[in-house]
């Protein structure tokens, strides 16, 4: 059948390819992590195979769509505009630097910081492949915003990213210090950010802070619930780690992270105004004058 066009989803070569008609009706999509085509109208099953054969690689399965489990039914009724999915590491930060100020030294700082995030959040979209997702930029009401949520057979971990700027750093209890610069809350900032994302989840989140490019890296011996990451090793080592989640349940983890609404507090129920007094029950009690008794 002629027509049909091989459109991406997703993050560039990760993604879905859905195969649409014309008119833009989708009859078919390929699953690139799992290999599987699904195909909507079997009538269209050869034409789906023709016009997706220079993406297919390996053995494919092909076949009606799989049963949507609890996660896609979640991700199919969010809204476009609640879904974190698409942000990009380093995501407000490009904004910052596009529509902020024009300080030398200020704009400087901003590259720096996000040169780190995307380097790390690159490292982390890499695991993909092996069952990992990751979400930049988690929106947390309160205490500003998540660098990287990533999600996997390690569990769940909750990075702030640090640059290290090519100059010693030490990681305190409390606070951490990169070359003569004022020391930065940024323990203490990460374990309240993980405390909280533990409870909007209802899973345990481990905190963590990645530390870019650093000359040389020191962790107090005191420093033991934080995951200190360093590339290249960072991502080496959280693959390492003891199994701790699923595959079932780290989709449903992240169908459920990536949706704004999540991270939101709760909306208080409205407050009822005051009872309205029966008739003829005043102020100053029943059937009483306001007169002089």
């Known amino acids: 059948m002629?027509?049909?066009?091989?459109?991406?989803?997703?993050?560039?070569?990760?993604?879905?390819?859905?195969?649409?008609?014309?008119?833009?009706?989708?009859?078919?999509?390929?699953d690139r992590q799992a290999n599987r085509i699904s195909v909507l109208a079997d009538d269209h099953r050869?034409?789906?195979?023709a016009v997706l054969r220079p993406y297919l690689s390996g053995t494919v399965s092909i076949g009606p769509p799989?049963?949507?489990?609890?996660?896609?039914?979640?991700?199919?009724?969010?809204?476009?505009?609640?879904?974190?999915?698409?942000?990009?590491?380093?995501?407000?930060?490009?904004a910052e630097l596009e529509h902020g100020t024009a300080g030398t030294r200020s704009r400087h700082r901003l590259r720096q910081d996000l040169t780190a995030q995307q380097r790390t959040g690159d490292?982390?979209?890499?695991?993909?492949?092996?069952?990992?997702?990751?979400?930049?930029?988690?929106?947390l009401p309160g205490f500003g915003r998540i660098d990287h949520l990533v999600i996997g057979p390690a569990g769940i971990f909750c990075v702030r990213t640090v640059p290290g700027r090519r100059q010693r750093a030490v990681v305190g209890d409390l606070l951490l210090t990169v070359g003569r610069a004022e020391p930065r809350p940024d323990p203490r900032w990460i374990r309240?950010?993980?405390?909280?994302?533990?409870?909007v989840l209802d899973a345990k989140v481990t905190p963590a802070l990645a530390v870019v490019?650093?000359?040389?890296?020191?962790?107090?011996?005191?420093?033991?619930d934080i995951r200190i990451l360093q590339p290249p090793t960072a991502t080496p080592d959280l693959v390492a780690s003891p199994t701790a989640l699923k595959p079932p349940d780290i989709e449903a983890l992240f169908a459920q992270a990536r949706d704004t609404r999540t991270w939101l507090p709760p909306t208080p129920p409205p407050r009822s105004g005051p009872t309205p007094a029966p008739p003829g029950f005043g102020a100053r009690g029943p059937g009483r004058s306001p007169g002089k008794r």
């Open 213 to 224: 490019d650093a000359s040389r890296l020191e962790t107090a011996p005191t420093v033991r």
């Open 66 to 94: 799989p049963v949507p489990t609890a996660a896609d039914l979640r991700r199919l009724a969010m809204p476009p505009d609640a879904d974190l999915a698409p942000n990009r590491p380093g995501e407000t930060l490009l």
């Open 192 to 199: 309240g950010a993980a405390a909280r994302a533990t409870a």
């Open 123 to 139: 490292a982390f979209d890499a695991l993909e492949p092996d069952g990992w997702r990751t979400l930049h930029c988690v929106p």
């Open 46 to 49: 050869e034409a789906v195979l």
């Open 2 to 30: 002629r027509g049909l066009k091989v459109l991406p989803s997703g993050r560039p070569g990760r993604g879905r390819l859905y195969v649409n008609l014309p008119d833009g009706q989708a009859v078919a999509w390929y």
